[in-house]
């Protein structure tokens, strides 16, 4: 290949998609780090970087402690921790060692471990940054990169062993800079724990290929961090096809169909960040560097951002150690920054999940098959483990109420649902042309109240169905009263398990307890496929009557005669993508809502003036919520807006703060008298923490003292 030819191939502008917008700037950064992430394939697991030996000695007014770590990803390597000698024997007053602001050193490709730690001279007058970190007043965590020195001299016959190295991972898929980045990610949380760094104060430095790693690891940590990055700048053009400075381990592949280096950088903000480059390094150019620099200024400008403390300097491809440590000192000096907030939700993916979403769509892309597919009959078929029923996807959670509630034929007569549920249950029934009544609850399971129910079936004596609602995924033990009821006037049952994908009673699961079960697959549910809902039925009749009515009421499969007023109400291939993957991770979706649910029942033991729901023990349920009791004059907007503005710490939404016959378009559903009490003390008095899948031990830790804090 010429040359010319290569300069032309790198000179691809990346076009990446832009969400525009006031928000549109963030949004970009949020969106470009995905795609960083997904580029870099960094697994959680490759986080997890363990110590397995250490030895420590001191010399020359350093404490030096030679570490092993073990990394999932490529097995054990080793790395130095530097802090000044003082600063382990100068101790608080409980005997511990002063923790110090730490910095992670990530060196270049020829750098080697004991250059960059002093323990033997220099190569390079520059390259001891770690031990001149550490002299500054940081601890320092540097690590062996561990490229060259482990394949036979002979066989490599002079070719370069990173070039091999990164060859390799990418046959894989993968590549050598995600695999140092995973490896930095799991140094760092070495050195956040380590007794002598200040796990809120740390930051980062990286020199050349180091800087690559660092400024990929910035992307890729949750809170922003101080990044110095030094002879690592400009654009990837310049510097693979004009310069053929390019080293294959400093770039992700395919990143420049996302992003060239400056937009990488210019993702980082509002971190602080310094970037240093030499006006005589030969592996960049001046000019180059420098436009790139001042994109990433605009950039930081643009998000309100500090600006970037962009230094050039006349010197070669190195490092100026004193700045580096003027920056670590100014952005490492402060108290440690807030926490990340707690948020009310978070739907996550991990980046193995969201490869197998992305091949299931192009599956259906390159099959040309985009609904009603194969991957909808696998989506039903992913349900049965959980519903113990077949069941029949569509479009929603409430076209799967209304289409069960047109199978029943609801039309001008009643459908009585519980006071207490979102507004879509009564609504379908509505559009189903039923009339919507409403029945109190009971305060043990939060279910249908059964005697509230005989009370209702009397004075509505035309009940067409009746929908019970397992609020916040529990099933009341109060059900078997309802379904009881319901049987003895021969009235069928719809359950509305929206909440309850995955719950039980006893050995019954959710939408096997009676005549169908409707389940929406929407975002903050348990189980999602982004939009989606299921009906299930033990009856093959009424699931071939569901699949009339999602496909426009055709009067058969294939048929173009429609005897019934269906809709569209079928679940696209694409969705179904979605959802099959989050049915195949489910089982670890349930255990983790329930294990964190039980730390909740232990954390919040003598919190005042609060009392966690007791689920009922029949009641197996999927901790759609956890919920909680307001006991004593607490107001409940006050608590919520004080744990967001003191604490960041955002609670759930209710289930619900508003009864179905207090929202305007019920207001004339509801006769003298009916009072709904128990229904309306729970609306007003319940809480719903925040739960799933990803929070942390830490995060609960936080919610709960933020709870005590606020109720003390
Ligand atoms: C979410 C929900 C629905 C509606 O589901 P969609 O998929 O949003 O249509 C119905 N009932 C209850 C109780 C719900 O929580």
Redesign the pocket.
């Known amino acids: 290949m010429q040359i010319s030819s290569l300069r032309r191939l790198l000179d691809t502008p990346p076009a990446p998609y832009a969400p525009s917008g006031p928000a549109g700037s963030a949004a970009r950064r949020t969106a470009l780090r995905a795609r960083v992430e997904r580029l870099a394939r960094v697994e959680p697991a490759h986080r997890e970087v363990r110590v397995t030996a250490s030895t420590v000695t001191v010399r020359d007014g350093l404490r030096r402690e030679d570490l092993t770590l073990a990394s999932p990803a490529r097995g054990a390597f080793r790395a130095v921790l530097l802090s000044p000698e003082n600063s382990s024997s100068e101790t608080s007053t409980e005997g511990e060692p002063t923790p110090l602001p730490g910095v992670l050193v990530l060196g270049g490709k020829n750098a080697r471990l004991d250059h960059l730690t002093g323990a033997t001279p220099p190569d390079h007058p520059d390259r001891d940054i770690a031990a001149r970190l550490a002299r500054a007043g940081f601890t320092t965590l540097a690590l062996d990169h561990g490229i060259g020195g482990g394949l036979d001299p002979d066989r490599l016959a002079g070719r370069d062993e990173g070039a091999l190295l990164a060859h390799a991972f990418a046959l894989t898929g993968h590549s050598l800079l995600g695999a140092l980045t995973g490896d930095a990610l799991g140094a760092l949380e070495v050195l956040r724990a380590h007794p002598l760094a200040d796990a809120g104060r740390t930051g980062l430095f990286g020199h050349s290929l180091g800087a690559a790693v660092a400024l990929h690891t910035a992307l890729l940590t949750d809170r922003p961090l101080p990044l110095c990055a030094a002879a690592h700048l400009g654009s990837y053009p310049a510097l693979y096809g004009r310069l053929l400075t390019g080293f294959e381990g400093a770039a992700l592949p395919g990143v420049l169909e996302h992003a060239d280096l400056p937009d990488l950088y210019a993702a980082l903000a509002p971190a602080p960040l310094q970037l240093q480059y030499g006006t005589r390094d030969p592996y960049l150019e001046t000019a180059d560097a420098r436009a790139a620099a001042e994109s990433v200024r605009r950039a930081y400008e643009e998000a309100g951002a500090p600006e970037p403390d962009v230094l050039e300097l006349p010197m070669g491809h190195g490092t100026h150690p004193v700045h580096a440590a003027e920056f670590f000192a100014r952005e490492l000096a402060g108290a440690p920054a807030h926490p990340a907030p707690v948020p009310a939700q978070r739907v996550r993916f991990t980046v193995a999940e969201r490869r197998t979403v992305l091949e299931r769509v192009d599956g259906a892309l390159a099959s040309g098959v985009l609904t009603q597919g194969p991957l909808v009959a696998r989506f039903e078929e992913l349900t049965r483990d959980w519903t113990g029923t077949p069941g029949t996807a569509v479009a ?6 209304e289409i069960a509630l047109r199978t029943i034929g609801v039309a001008g007569r009643t459908v009585l649902v519980p006071v207490n ?2 507004f ?2 009564a609504a ?1 029934a509505v559009r189903a042309g039923g009339r919507a009544r409403f029945v109190d609850v009971e305060l043990d399971g939060l279910g249908m109240d059964p005697d509230a129910l005989r009370t209702a079936l009397e004075r509505w004596p035309d009940t067409a169905a009746v929908v019970p ?1 397992h ?1 916040g995924g529990i099933l009341s033990p109060a059900l078997d009263g309802v379904l009881a009821a319901c049987a003895e006037h021969g009235i069928p049952v719809l359950e ?1 398990a ?2 309850a994908f995955g719950s039980t009673l006893g050995e019954r699961p959710a939408g096997s307890l009676g005549r169908f079960g ?1 389940f ?3 975002p ?2 348990v189980a999602l496929s982004g ?3 299921l009906l299930t039925s033990a009856a093959p009749g009424d699931l071939e009557d569901v699949r009339r009515w999602r496909d426009h009421g055709k009067s058969a499969q294939g048929s173009t005669l429609h005897d019934r007023p269906g809709g569209n109400w079928r679940l696209s291939e694409l969705h179904a993508a979605l959802g099959t993957v989050d049915l195949e991770r489910f089982a670890r979706t349930l255990s983790a809502r329930r294990s964190l649910a039980a730390h909740y029942d232990t954390l919040l033991k003598d919190v005042p003036s609060l009392r966690p729901h007791p689920v009922p023990p029949e009641a197996g349920s999927n901790y759609y919520k956890y919920l909680a009791h307001l006991d004593g004059p607490v107001d409940r907007d006050t608590l919520k807006s004080r744990l967001r503005e003191r604490h960041g710490v955002r609670l759930a939404g209710e ?1 619900y703060d508003h009864l179905l016959c207090d929202h305007p378009y019920f207001r004339d559903a509801t006769g003298p008298g009916e009072l709904f009490p128990r229904g309306r003390w729970f609306a007003r008095h319940h809480i719903a923490l925040p739960l799933y899948p990803s929070l942390t031990h830490e995060e609960q830790i936080r919610v709960v003292s933020a709870l005590r804090c606020e109720l003390s």
């Not at 929603?396 to 109420?401: C, D, I, P, V, Y």
């Open positions: 929603s959670g409430s076209a799967a109420l549920t979102f879509a249950t379908a609602v609020i509305d929206a909440h409707a929406s697959f929407f903050t549910k939009e989606g809902g289930v």
